[in-house]
């Protein structure tokens, strides 16, 4: 008869233990903030080497991190709403673009974009009449002026019946003023997918292995021929939370994280067993001609089995600082050293 397996997190502390350090955190300071749970820390396997993983996601290498709070939910119209109303803070998609800052992320001899391109607004998707190529991103994604989280399609569009949706067209920069005025950051990449998986360890999805069921679908992501219907976001949590609770860690929106996006940036750090990565040092993307982006994690309500397969939880997306789009979104971290803070301030 075999003996028993251990608890998962057991055994993830009994090696670190053996390994000469410490465990990682695994008990919370106190209770957990409203609308956030508390991730206990441990040690996971990163990345995916299945028939679906990209090279980006590999290899598959050992990570620590340490207990954390979340968000059990992305951030939500009506919680933005509040920081806007406390802070009278103005998003990217909300303001005039700078031409002078413009240019100066462009190659030297880029001719400056029309005038009425410099308004404000943001990317929204746009269905199209049928089949295209998917390598063309441009058939799909409008740049629309007035589009912003207040007007999620456009000038035309509004909130209403959306105060539980998703906050979205919120640039890497937004979700970090956010997270700061809620005391909190944005998760490292090792965070967001650690806090995914649940405590199923080399599981493809956040609920677990089976695949996604179209007839009883585990996450909002998009069905029918892409890109030829109109989708959208849905309310938060309307579908199964995973091990630790959380809901809408695939599909319904990308998620900002902290980490700037590196292609090798899991090769560079492979062997290491590294304990809290806080992803690459710089924003140096070894692609010739790319941009620097961060990192967007979670899939969204445009991903699907034929398209991107982006709601997986090792998948990884990328996107530029300085720009929001209606299918993304974000969520906050608190570790237990902000928790404290918080705890005292109040």
């Known amino acids: 008869m075999h003996a028993p397996r251990l608890p998962w997190l057991i055994t993830a502390a009994l090696a670190a233990a053996c390994a000469g350090e410490p465990p990682p955190l695994t008990n919370a300071p106190g209770p957990a903030p409203a609308g956030m749970a508390w991730i206990p820390g441990g040690t996971f396997s990163m990345g995916d080497d299945g028939p679906f993983a990209l090279p980006h996601e ?8 340490d207990g954390f709070f ?55 998707f746009t269905p199209t009449a049928g089949e295209v190529d998917l390598r063309d ?6 740049w629309t002026p ?21 906050v979205v067209h919120i640039a890497w920069e937004d979700a970090v ?11 490292t990449e090792a965070e967001w997918e650690y806090a995914a998986r649940g405590g199923l360890e080399r599981a493809e999805h956040a609920w677990g292995h089976a695949p996604h069921d179209a007839a009883a679908p585990q996450a909002h992501i998009y069905t029918g021929t892409f890109p030829a219907h109109p989708a959208e976001p849905v309310a938060v949590g309307s579908y199964a939370a995973n091990g630790f609770g959380l809901r809408d860690m695939s599909g319904n929106v990308w998620q900002w994280t902290a980490d700037w996006y590196r292609p090798d940036a899991y090769r560079l750090r492979a062997g290491q067993a590294p304990r809290n990565p806080p ?16 990192v967007i994690r979670g899939g969204s309500f445009l991903c699907s089995d034929v398209y991107c397969r982006g709601y997986r939880v090792s998948a990884r997306g990328t996107g530029a600082p300085d720009t929001g789009a209606s299918h993304i979104g974000f969520r906050v971290v608190l570790t237990a050293d902000q928790w404290r803070r918080r705890a005292t301030r109040s």
């Open 58 to 65: 590999q290899p598959v290498h050992r990570v620590s991190v």
């Open 137 to 142: 991103v441009s058939q799909w994604w409008r």
């Open 146 to 166: 007035g589009a912003s989280w207040r007007h999620p399609r456009g000038p035309g569009s509004d909130l209403a019946g959306r105060d539980q949706h998703p």
């Open 279 to 294: 992803g690459p040092a710089s924003p140096l993307d070894p692609r010739t001609g790319a941009e620097a982006t961060r």
């Open 177 to 187: 003023a956010f997270a700061t005025w809620a005391g909190g950051r944005l998760p």
């Open 70 to 124: 979340m968000d059990v939910t992305p951030v939500t119209n009506a919680r933005f709403a509040e920081f806007v109303t406390a802070t009278h803070y103005v998003t990217v998609a909300e303001r005039t673009p700078d031409i002078d800052a413009l240019m100066a992320q462009l190659p030297p001899g880029t001719p400056p974009p029309a005038a009425e391109l410099l308004v404000p607004g943001s990317l929204v």
